[in-house]
């Protein structure tokens, strides 16, 4: 069953058990989804009079829209990520497979983690520059969306660095992961 049609629970246990798919590259996206479902829940409640009056409404929807579609693609990676992986397997196994082919099949492998850093990382600048608008009760489910989506692009990046990207690819994940980790770090204030 596709992850993007299965509850929850059904896919804690699918993922905890003894069987390739799901898996972290999975949970990655999962996480992802449920990090923009916090925040998005933070810009549902910045809908007030005095939002729309403020124009903080009109950020509230864009940033809605934006999250809404990040949460719909995630879960759309963590079906592609099963079946790049499936199909990975099937070129360890394949001896009629072509080097063309094994090369096509461990690039897609890579693709997927690397979009959800991607995905992360612009999800995570989007609900950033919200904050000084969002509804001041609720912030903290804007700042939960961004540790959980900061939490699903670590994921995603340990499941692209197993896929071997090439310099020019792990310079660019790495660019976003320490965006994502400085956005992060300044809302946890730890260092003061």
Known sequence: MPTSERALAEFANALAAKQPTPGGGGAACVAAAIGAAAARMSAAYTTRKKDVESGAAAQAEELIQELDASAAAALAEADADEAAYGNLQRSWKDPEMTA????????????????????????????????????????SDAKVGIHILAGAARAAYQTALVNKPPPETLGHLKAMMRAAAAEESKLLDIES
């Open 100 to 139: 063309e082919e094994k090369a096509e099949i461990e690039a897609t492998a890579l693709a997927v983690p690397v979009r959800m850093v991607e995905l992360c990382e612009r999800s995570i600048s989007k609900i950033v520059q919200f904050l000084p608008v969002c509804n001041p009760n609720i912030t």
